[in-house]
């Protein structure tokens, strides 16, 4: 068998869906996947929640999803709806009236659950009648904590099969008033028991699924469950939009979120730094100098591979191989550009002197860095 043979594609086909909108951005097989967090705000406070989106923007959030549990969060729907630069979700629960005030004010779409709004099934006829109208999206998010009644007692408890079924059984429900414009979750804070729920349900359906392990956890620990949920899905092209739900800033899930899809390589790669893990070879303080490359160079919008290295073993291959990088030893460090040794430096200057040639590649590559701040 030869190399070529055993080559992989770096980015997996997608799964086939029907397509929808969510104001500005796509959601399905043609479209990139997108990116989603949510507030911590309370919506009520509208200024507050426009100045969250604004630095969930910022950092790259494609979609943002603001919570809707009372009157006066659904009175303040209008006003961000209106002045979001990114498409608005209204997260729905328990009181269907409120789905109506989301579509009437404008959301570029709404978030229902099932398992906890009374009467549901009953509503479904007048909300996919107001939602078509409107041209509003929806999507049914099943969670394993809030499973319908009905579901659990025939399953016993939130396994895959269970939240597939719950998702498939609303779905046709909105289908049986022609409505098809949503898209499915089928949440779940056991990854295995995720990832299997969202292969039974791409198997029986085409539409948009929306990703997510609920609960996932701290940061380290709802990153670890995250990635490897939507690694093992995207990778099967399975998956139109994700959310990393951690218990941590909402900024931290849109960086990870962008790094699940870099790394997959179903979003273009921009800034990423190697560096190395450290070991008894390293002549430099390697976590201290990966640490302040990266602080030093974090928002910059360029593709840089970085490489910060701390021995002669690998170093100098990682660092010839990547667009800037350093090869540290004996007090000082080679400074490699696009595969060439341009100047050696005291290790005192290593970590400034990488942020001026970045910066300088970067204007290269026609960056404003004035804009970019």
Known sequence: MTAVDLAVPTTPLRRPTRQLMLGGVG????????????TTTVTADAQATLQQI????????????????????????????????????????????????????????VRVNPGNIKEFDDKIKEIAQAAKEAGTPIRIGVNAG????????KFGKATPEALAESALREAELFAEHDFHDFKISVKHHDPMVMIRAYELLAAQ????????????????QGTVKSSVAF????????GDTIRVSLSAPPVEEVKVGIQILQSLGLRPRRLEIVSCPSCGRAQVDVYKLAEEVSAGLEGLPVPLRVAVMGCVVNGPGEAREADLGV??????GQIFVRGEVVKTVPESKIVETLIEEALRLAEEMGVDLDETG
């Open 54 to 109: 604004a630095e969930l923007t910022a950092a790259g959030c494609d979609i943002v999803r603001v919570a809707c549990p009372s009157r006066d969060d659904a009175e303040a729907l209008a006003e961000i709806a209106q002045k979001s630069k990114i498409p608005v979700i209204a997260d729905i629960h328990f009181q269907p009236r409120y789905v109506f005030a989301a579509i009437e004010a404008g959301c570029a779409g």
């Open 205 to 220: 359906c085409d539409y948009p699924l929306h990703l997510g392990v609920t609960e996932a956890g701290p940061a380290f």
């Open 231 to 238: 690694g093992a899905l995207l990778r099967q092209g399975i």
């Open 327 to 332: 090869a540290s030893g004996n007090g000082k």
């Open 146 to 153: 809030s499973l319908d009644p009905r579901i659990l007692r």
């Open 27 to 38: 959601v399905g097989s043609r479209h990139p996947v997108s990116v989603q967090s949510m």
